[in-house]
């Protein structure tokens, strides 16, 4: 019975982390440094199908590629940020100097993490902004 109670107490704490990126082998390394550290992860490819995945309170964390055809991460963020004002968003990005750029709006996005990336990165990212 106490293991059982253990379990349950594990799982509520487990946090559900959205991983948005059009490149299937970022998103697929992402999700699996994240379970490796024993998170829920739910992944999605553009913006759209991230959106619809989407509801207040359901994701700790969103990480979100910029650079993806239709949405970029940014237009993902501001979205999410509409319909969840407190929700962490984190950009990954290989290219850190487009978004240094006064004329790219920001909006939405808590912080960045620049690829390549270590999965220290990731971790960081979610102790400083994902909700409990």
């Known amino acids: ?12 704490r487990q946090r559900h982390i959205l991983v948005v990126d059009d490149e299937p082998l970022v ?6 440094l994240l379970e490796d550290d024993g998170y829920i992860v ?19 964390m969103v990480f979100t ?14 979205a ?6 407190k929700q962490a968003v984190v950009m990954i990005t290989a290219f850190p100097a487009k978004l240094t750029c006064s004329d790219v ?17 990731l971790r960081t990212a979610i102790a400083r902004f994902a909700h409990s």
């Not at 999410?80 to 004002?85: D, F, L, T």
């Open 105 to 121: 709006p920001l909006g939405g996005v808590d912080s960045f993490i620049i690829k390549p990336f270590e999965a220290d990165a």
């Open 65 to 78: 590629d910029y650079c993806m055809p239709e949405m970029r991460g940014d237009q993902l963020a501001a």
């Open 27 to 32: 998103r697929q390394t992402v999700q699996m």
């Open 42 to 60: 739910d992944e999605a490819e553009s913006g759209a199908e991230a959106l619809a995945k989407f509801e207040p309170g359901k994701f700790d």
């Open 1 to 12: 019975m106490r293991w059982v109670r253990l379990m349950n107490e594990h799982i509520e």
């Open 80 to 85: 999410i940020k509409r319909r969840s004002p």
